[in-house]
């Protein structure tokens, strides 16, 4: 097979850094050379180390390159709602969001919107997606077919969802477990691609339809589950409320036994110290989307706090609730919410957080989220310099840490040279 010689500026996380000074976490190496071949990393050098006489070779110097960004939490059927206008979150779920996802009942739209998701997904480097479809079949069975045809790493699920929502919109506890076992059986393990089990959120799934959830991730333990947590306070008034019998929010789930290892849990705001104790327990994940806890006025999310009590914290952008695409701006944001409580978001973390961080989070470490030989050939290629006030920023830069600062707090998907999926150039000119 061919072979691919990309020589760049390359970075690569081996741990979470613990401190500014942790230059140990990670192996930057200025001339390198990373060796491409079926999709597979095969060398990870100094370039001038590396044999590869018949490889093809690729030239991205001055430009940096690292593993290709991996999210976490995103709606594939909210695209077109980013930027409505709404007090918060129920409002804006009720007014714009659910009536959107109505729309992808329609295959033909499904299938035209799955390529401009992972196009837009590509432009802004990010090579792994965790992503909810819609409540419909449909929508999950677009999203897979056009990942495989790319040969991209991807994780989505039908959304369960059977009460408190449009007409258009809902499913039967048992049709959303008998569509939710026909996509597993037919997409799960496939390629790249894996299955998450989705019931939205306590609000719209009926204790029956619970029940089917929790069969569905006791037949599945290798399947991820995905769901909302603690956003903000009228949902978690209304989720108690329906669910009386739960001690709190997140008891709601571990009654039904949704709350394991793979399980990722949008937002986790709100958490009482016991929650916090019944989540780290079971290992569940929380999910940290600052774009779309700042739009929608949710809260700040206690990033210390999770970590000091043995979580370990995924972090996304929520498209259509999150703003950007952009794992960088997500990152921007994120340093904010960080900075209101205290809390510093460090280049080094910040940058291992959206790759290998996310991978470790997602139980995905041995595959993405490193340029480590034999993993998968994911990684993105950006430019600290690409607009004016980057460029000026970086007249300034003395160190790896001010380039990282500045892609970091200023950079989005023009600061994306370039996007590798399985070794595949995949960024529109
Ligand atoms: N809670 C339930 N559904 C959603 C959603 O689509 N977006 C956000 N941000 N929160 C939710
Ligand atoms: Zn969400």
């Not at 205290?342 to 959206?354: E, M, S, V």
Request: hydrophobic fraction near 45%; glycine fraction near 8%; charge should be negative.
């Amino acid at each position: 097979m061919t072979q691919t010689l990309i020589r760049a500026r390359l970075l690569s996380f081996d741990r979470d850094p613990q401190t500014p000074d942790d230059t140990d976490s990670f192996r930057y190496i200025e001339d390198g050379g990373l060796l491409v071949e079926d999709g597979i990393i095969r060398a990870f050098d100094a370039y001038a180390r590396i044999n590869a006489p018949n490889a093809q070779i690729i030239d991205h110097r001055p430009h940096l390159l690292m593993p290709g960004f991996i999210d976490t939490h995103l709606h594939f059927p909210q695209m077109q709602v980013i930027a409505s206008w709404a007090a918060e979150l129920l409002d804006w779920l009720n007014d714009y969001t659910f009536p959107e996802e109505t729309r992808y009942s329609d295959p033909e739209l499904c299938a035209r919107m799955a390529a401009v998701f992972l196009d837009m997904l590509a432009a802004h480097g990010t090579t792994t997606a965790v992503a909810y479809a819609s409540v419909h079949a449909a929508s999950v069975e677009a999203l897979f077919t056009e990942a495989l045809r790319r040969n991209m790493r991807l994780i989505t699920g039908k959304v369960m969802m059977d009460r408190n929502a449009p007409d258009g919109l809902l499913d039967t506890a048992q049709s959303g477990y008998d569509d939710s076992k026909a996509l597993i059986a037919r997409w799960h393990g496939r390629g790249r691609l894996g299955y998450a089990i989705t019931p939205r959120f306590a609000i719209t799934s009926s204790p029956a339809q619970m029940e089917a959830a929790q069969a569905l991730a006791q037949e599945h333990p290798d399947c991820h589950i995905q769901t909302h947590l603690s956003e903000n306070h009228a949902e978690i008034a209304l989720s108690c409320e329906l669910y009386p019998d739960a001690a709190d929010y997140t008891d709601i789930y571990a009654r039904y036994g949704l709350l394991r290892g793979n399980a990722l849990l949008g937002h986790a705001i709100h958490l009482s110290e016991r929650e916090i104790g019944a989540l780290a327990e079971a290992g569940a994940k929380p999910v940290f989307c600052p774009t779309s806890n700042l739009y929608l006025g949710s809260g700040l999310f206690d990033d210390a706090k999770l970590r000091k009590a043995g979580l370990v914290n995924a972090i996304a952008t929520d498209i259509g609730g999150g703003t950007s695409y952009s794992m960088l701006q997500t990152l921007a944001e994120g340093y904010k919410v960080l900075q209101l409580q205290g809390q510093r978001l460090h280049p080094y973390r910040a940058f291992h957080w959206i790759t290998r961080g996310n991978a470790v989070a997602l139980g995905l470490e041995g595959r993405i989220g490193t340029l480590d030989v034999g993993t998968e050939a994911d990684f993105v290629v950006l430019n600290a310099h690409a607009t004016p006030a980057m460029a000026l920023r970086m007249a300034r830069a003395r160190s790896l840490v001010d380039e990282l600062f500045t892609l970091q707090v200023m950079g989005d998907d023009r600061a994306v040279v370039q996007t590798y999926v399985a070794g595949l150039a995949r960024k529109k000119g």
